[in-house]
């Protein structure tokens, strides 16, 4: 079978990375016999927002539901659109229409990158994130009351459906089965939040019946969070809600080093809509146009993106090819300044692609 993939480059290295991404995905896919057919678009971009007003033209969304999979740069440039715009317009609207409700990120301590917690080698963290992506504390339910009064009230309250829950338990759960040491723990927070909380901790529990070799345990956000940085080898799938799962996927990467690595994925698991898979990174205009960007976050979300495809082996395969890369160091390989080497993005993605084909 070939599978359509849309690109969306977007702004500034997003233009630069997503070109190594797809020689890294052609390479692999070369290795596998798979076959990748890749359709460019404009759009969700800067350029696109000076020609035409919007981010997105009106037909987007039957534009991009033919594909199987949607492999994006970064959007954002806000010297031309305010990032509120850049941001609703385009990236926030995929996730909603798409149902993207699994937001996924990969937080393992690479051969060759420094963590900036000390002492920490290659092999010692290695955990994923899944952050439930539709609901929770990110509602529009609420509002102010006796507004410009003493008895000024602003309320905004969290929603948890039962569905908006599970499924994305049910998902953390299969990871966590799939994996070698079977363990999910769950943050949590419900000592203080003392109704939604509690509710989520009963989904844990009940859907951890259905899954007797997971091993469970959850903590308190806050504490949770001091574990990320004290003991961060301790974790294997760490699942959240939408605010506690965005702060932990941010916190989680910085413990594996530079930002130009770190891979997420947007997903919808019942595979009705396309999933996005994108670097954790932005656009980074202090350093676009020099071509100096790190590849290694688009050529990751390419390995996540061919796992969802329903291909393990070359997902896996291309993540190695990574690890084998950086492994070099700057001495034997083109790190690009982040990692401390003197490549440019084309010669260290060039590298990985040619490892790839080699191993
Ligand atoms: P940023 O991630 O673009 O940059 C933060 C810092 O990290 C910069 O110093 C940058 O040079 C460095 N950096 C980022 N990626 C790198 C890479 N691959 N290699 C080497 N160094 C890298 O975040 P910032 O500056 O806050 O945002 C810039 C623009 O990107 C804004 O318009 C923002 O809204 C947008 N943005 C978009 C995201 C997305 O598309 N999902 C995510 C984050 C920001
Ligand atoms: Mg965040």
């Not at 798409?98 to 290659?122: H, I, K, T, W």
């Not at 410009?148 to 929603?159: A, D, P, S, W």
């Not at 799939?178 to 989520?200: C, V």
């Not at 390989?333 to 401390?340: E, F, G, I, Q, S």
């Amino acid at each position: 079978t070939t599978h359509r993939i849309a690109v969306i480059p977007g702004d500034g290295i997003g233009k630069e990375v997503v070109p190594a991404g797809i020689e890294a995905l052609e390479a692999t896919a070369g290795r596998f016999g798979l076959r990748l057919e890749f359709t460019d678009f404009g759009f969700a971009s800067a350029d696109y927002w000076q020609r035409h007003g919007t981010m997105l033209p009106a037909d987007w969304e039957a534009t991009l539901r033919g594909f199987d999979a949607i492999f994006f740069g970064a959007v954002g440039w806000p010297e031309v659109v305010p990032d509120h715009i850049s941001l609703w317009g385009s990236l926030l609207q995929f996730r909603r229409t798409f149902d993207q409700y699994v937001n996924l990120r990969p937080c393992r301590l690479m051969p060759g990158v420094r963590s900036p917690l000390a002492g920490r080698e290659p092999g010692d963290i290695d955990f994923l994130v899944v952050r439930e992506n539709t609901e929770g504390e990110y509602s529009s339910v609420g509002g102010r009351i006796f507004e410009g009064t003493e008895r000024e009230t602003v309320l905004q309250e969290t929603v948890m459906t039962r569905i908006g829950v599970d499924r994305v338990l049910r998902y953390a759960f299969e990871q966590a089965e799939r994996r070698p040491r079977k363990h999910l723990t769950s943050a949590t927070k419900s000592n203080g939040i003392s109704i939604s909380m509690p509710y989520w901790d009963e989904r844990v529990a009940a859907m951890g019946e259905r899954f007797p070799d997971v091993r469970v345990d959850r903590f308190h956000i806050d504490a949770l969070a001091a574990l990320f940085v004290l003991h961060p080898g301790r974790f294997d799938v760490v699942v959240a809600s939408n605010l506690f799962g965005d702060i932990l996927s941010d916190l989680g990467p910085a413990c594996t080093g530079t930002l130009g690595i770190a891979p997420s994925a947007n997903i919808n698991p019942d595979g009705l809509h396309p999933s996005l898979f994108e670097p954790v990174h932005g656009s980074a205009p202090d350093i676009a146009g020099q071509g100096i960007a790190n590849p290694v976050g688009q050529i990751w979300c390419g390995s996540m993106m061919l796992d969802h495809l329903g291909h393990p082996e070359a997902a896996a395969h291309l993540l190695g090819a990574i690890e084998d890369v950086l492994a070099h160091g700057p001495g034997g390989a083109p790190l690009t300044p982040d990692l401390h080497g003197k490549g440019t993005t084309a010669e260290l993605g060039r590298a990985i692609a040619e490892r790839v084909r080699e191993r």
